[in-house]
């Protein structure tokens, strides 16, 4: 059972342009959430995250929003360069205190130049 | 600061045979958890180690089994290989507990199962 889903598995976006990725749980006891950016023939990288109580997370280029009622959180990249071109996995950290990370399937970002 | 090392990058096996991964973590990194990457399930949770207990372990069959060792690295080993056990396996170090700080991924080990 996918506890984190990503319902899109691609996404283009013309550079300069804003990115919004999205993703959703169903576990409400989650209480941090982060996005990881891969790479091919590399092993993830860490974004940006955010914690369940707070709403917004901001790092320059991209910032991380949390709506826990919808239990729906979405990155948004301004602007979106060709760089940013990869897959983009959504993670929630599960029980408090553990390690084992739930991960959607990601998002295939294309950014066009 | 030398980031974490997979071992071998690519493996195949036949049905029946087994198989051992390798993780070294980063230097000083007590945890170390490994993921099966596979098309359309994403990434999912095998098994976490630290100090060489297993914390947590996530829904697999027994066959999947790892260990850690006093240096910090840590090997998973697949027995009875199976064709749905190809998959990219990738290991993950961290100090101690995550929660919304990062978890460091080696590339990956490929491995296929003919």
């Known amino acids: 059972d996918q506890q984190v889903k990503q319902n899109s598995p691609s996404l283009s976006v013309q550079e300069g342009r804003i990115s919004i990725l999205n993703c959703d749980y169903t576990?409400?006891?989650?209480?941090?959430f982060l996005w990881y950016k891969k790479y091919p023939a590399e092993g993830p990288t860490f974004l940006i995250s955010?914690?369940?109580?707070?709403d917004k997370n901001e790092d320059g280029r991209f910032t991380v929003f949390l709506n826990k009622s919808a239990k729906h959180l979405s990155l948004h990249i301004v602007p979106s360069q060709p760089g940013d071109s990869a897959v983009y996995f959504c993670a929630a950290n599960g029980e408090t205190g553990a390690n084992n990370l739930f991960f959607g399937t990601g998002t295939r970002l294309t950014v066009i130049p | 600061k030398a980031g974490v090392t997979q071992t071998p990058r690519y493996l195949i096996k036949t049905r029946g045979q087994q198989v051992t991964l390798s993780c070294s973590p980063i230097s000083g990194h007590r945890s170390v958890s490994w993921y099966q990457q596979t098309p359309g399930q994403g990434l999912q949770f095998l098994f976490e180690y630290f100090s060489e207990t297993q914390r947590n372990k996530g829904n697999f069959p027994g066959r999947f089994s790892g260990r850690q060792f006093s240096n910090s690295r840590s090997e998973m080993n697949v027995s009875t290989l199976e064709l749905g056990d190809s998959a990219l396996y990738l290991c993950?170090?961290?100090?101690?507990?995550?929660?919304?700080?990062?978890?460091?991924f080696g590339q990956g080990t490929r491995l296929t199962v003919v």
């Open positions: 993950a170090s961290s100090h101690n507990r995550i929660r919304g700080g990062e978890a460091f």
């Open positions: 576990n409400s006891m989650f209480d941090y």
């Open positions: 955010i914690s369940s109580i707070k």
